[in-house]
């Protein structure tokens, strides 16, 4: 099983997209338009003649994931086995000395998560089943329902969604990640495989937007918010988040996924409306964990002496 760096310039994209398309735990953040759109400075770890093959975003000697990957995964044309996930992991560690990224719960079932993998969740729908009724004054205290709509784009001019619009419901986001999220809401809405929803106050102002991309029966939400809002915000969300699922995917297979903690909804909200919770993993590595795990492994070997 040989496993190799490859630089961005020299993957074959063709067989790159080949393996992702045949993988069962194909998903938007293995596709080649997808990682291209969040920043052309990927690469990629490959197995063999890209049987298997996992992105790779790095800082010099940090492996990380860029703003609009909820996970990353090793993308395999059979099934993806413990001694592939093994052999991934091991090739990581010698390549970068800092670690911190997220790995789809498929990589969860191939290892056994302790040490520098930690267990973490979200919250999947099965959107065939749709958005449960759930009592939201409940949750969130009195609201006008009528003060807020809620208004789906249909991008056919430069004017139609703009980088300030991600930058008004999030101050903390960078000119360049607002650019990227701007020019993936045109190429998601234009090529059908997503949608970009704002949520207003008086049919005027802006309160929230949410953009989504979907594929390989998977559904995301790369951007996510509401701002400035007069009552709970998690109200705001809680009604993007029902329009879109109910206008664009109820009744249709397919699996929604949400990060709890940064989707701004409360988990009981979600877990009413019939979201369930999963397991994933986080894999973190750094100079401190290498060295402490050196000396255990260096104990356990004079000790079995």
Request: charged share 20%.
């Amino acid at each position: 099983m040989s496993i190799r760096y490859c630089h961005h310039k020299d993957i074959d994209f063709d067989k790159w997209e080949n393996c992702v398309s045949n993988s069962l735990n194909a998903c938007v953040f293995g596709h080649v338009w997808y990682l291209n759109n969040i920043s052309l400075a990927w690469d990629g770890i490959i197995m063999g003649n890209y049987d298997a093959v996992m992105p790779v975003f790095r800082d010099a000697d940090r492996m990380y994931l860029p703003y609009g990957m909820l996970w990353t995964g090793i993308y395999c044309k059979d099934s993806l086995t413990p001694r592939i996930c093994q052999g991934f992991i091991d090739f990581i560690d010698q390549t970068f000395k800092y670690v911190n990224i997220t790995l789809d719960k498929y990589f969860f079932d191939n290892v056994e998560v302790n040490g520098r993998l930690s267990k973490e969740y979200i919250y999947q729908l099965d959107t065939f089943k749709g958005i449960s009724n759930i009592d939201v004054q409940g949750l969130v205290g009195t609201v006008n329902y009528n003060r807020y709509t809620c208004r789906d784009h249909i991008i056919n001019t430069v004017k139609a969604v703009i980088y300030s619009d991600f930058m008004d419901i999030d101050k903390s986001l960078s000119f360049k990640t607002a650019m990227m999220l701007k020019n993936l809401a045109y190429k998601a809405v234009e090529h059908r495989f997503g949608c970009y929803t704002e949520l207003l106050e008086r049919n005027v102002s802006p309160r929230g937007s949410a953009l989504v991309v979907f594929g390989d029966s998977y559904i995301f939400m790369p951007f996510f918010g509401t701002a400035n809002m007069p009552t709970d915000s998690s109200f705001g969300r809680i009604l993007l988040l029902s329009h879109i699922v109910n206008k664009y995917f109820a009744h249709k297979p397919g699996i929604l996924v949400i990060d709890s903690q940064k989707c701004g909804i409360p988990t009981q909200a979600l877990e009413k409306m019939g979201f369930k919770k999963y397991a994933y993993c986080r894999y973190k590595v750094d100079m401190l964990s290498k060295i402490t795990n050196l000396f255990k492994t260096n104990r356990q070997t004079q000790f079995s002496e």
